[in-house]
Nanobody
Framework: QVQLVESGGGLVQAGGSLRLSCAAS????????MGWFRQAPGKEREFVAA????????YYADSVKGRFTISRDDAKNTVYLQMSSLKPEDTAVYYC?????????????????WGQGTQVTVSS
């Protein structure tokens, strides 16, 4: 099992940047595909980005491509989401998720472990 704790959320003006971190417990972090999802009020949870457990290839939602960067540091059991050029529509609770040996990146149903979420608010 793995436990996930997100940090780094906050209030930022449009055009600004934030970096989210997700720290994982356990000694098998490198075997997990890691994902970021977000949920805005009244909307369903949606995929933002993921990074595979083999090769560390990144995957992005079209809405964030070119603005967000996902990365992982297996030595620190941490995955990051660098968010730039933020827009008011990026406002949501951002969740970190993990899927052991995962090969499906986009569906929330594939991820078995979730963090508690961190709020990101982008003001116009």
């Amino acid at each position: 099992q793995v436990q996930l704790v997100e940090s780094g959320g906050g209030l930022v003006q449009a055009g600004g940047s934030l970096r989210l971190s997700c720290a994982a417990s356990g000694r098998t972090f490198r075997s997990y595909t890691m994902g970021w999802f977000r949920q805005a009020p009244g909307k369903e949870r949606e995929f933002v980005a993921a990074i595979g457990w083999i090769g560390g290839n990144p995957y992005y939602a079209d809405s964030v491509k070119g603005r967000f960067t996902i990365s992982r540091d297996d030595a620190k059991n941490t995955v990051y989401l660098q968010m730039s050029s933020l827009k008011p529509e990026d406002t949501a609770v951002y969740y970190c998720a993990a899927d052991r040996y995962g090969s499906s990146f986009y569906s929330a149903h594939e991820y078995g472990y979730w963090g508690q979420g961190t709020q990101v608010t982008v003001s116009s």
